[in-house]
């Protein structure tokens, strides 16, 4: 793990995003070491800094399994991140070699929808704005929270930004309204949940349609 990701002062990575591209990994590994396409497209979706696209990618120790991603993208809204998003990229491409193509998309997820993707690892804000206490800034509110959207929203940008049978893998909150939603999602199925973790709920869904 690369220790001094570059990153904005309103935010810090914690041990879930290490954890989530670790998991990611061995799914990806799991899911697709007999893939018969060799044309993978891989999104990270609401990227922030891009600490989980950029610790999955180095997870991936098969060269066969390298091979067949062409393409690694990173979606963030939020103008702050992009900055630090593009150094942390370039860091990794002088010290990992691969020909991945990665590119820096400035979307929010609501309105993505230039590319469809195999796999989807993704981070993102764990909570409605109106279950809890806000906070001030609106650029740490915006990493926490679900801003002018939902867990539902999300989901549905799930659906339409994979491929038909492509895999998503994300990190939420432990609220039981969480699965309610995503079991009621017609578009996904739902693979794994694992709730080892303290903080959040480690969810594998595959896209339907």
């Known amino acids: 793990m690369q220790s001094d990701y570059l990153q904005p002062e309103f935010y810090r990575f914690s041990q879930d995003s290490i954890y989530l591209a670790s998991k990611a990994s061995q799914l990806f590994s799991t899911y697709f070491s007999t893939y018969s396409c060799d044309q993978i497209k891989i999104l990270d979706l609401a990227a922030g ?27 963030e809204a939020q103008e702050a991140f992009i900055p630090f998003l593009a150094k942390n990229i370039d860091w990794v491409r002088s010290h990992f070699k691969n020909n991945i193509k990665m590119s820096i998309l400035h979307q929010s997820f609501q309105t993505f929808s230039d590319e469809r993707y195999n796999f989807v690892i993704s981070n993102p804000p764990y909570f409605e704005e109106d279950s809890g206490l806000l906070p001030f800034e609106m650029k740490r509110r915006m990493a926490r929270f ?3 959207s939902s867990f539902a929203e999300y989901l549905y940008s799930l659906g339409r930004i994979l491929l038909p049978g492509g895999i998503a893998v994300f990190l939420n909150c432990k609220e039981k309204v969480r699965l309610t939603v995503l079991h009621s999602t017609p578009w996904l199925e739902v693979l794994s949940v694992d709730e080892s973790q303290v903080g959040a709920n480690l969810f594998v869904v595959q896209a339907l349609c």
Do not use: A, P, T
């Open 49 to 75: 800094c891009g600490v989980v696209g950029l610790e999955f990618i180095q997870k991936i120790k098969c060269q066969r399994e390298l091979e067949k991603i062409v393409s690694l993208d990173f979606l």
């Open 146 to 148: 679900f801003h002018d």
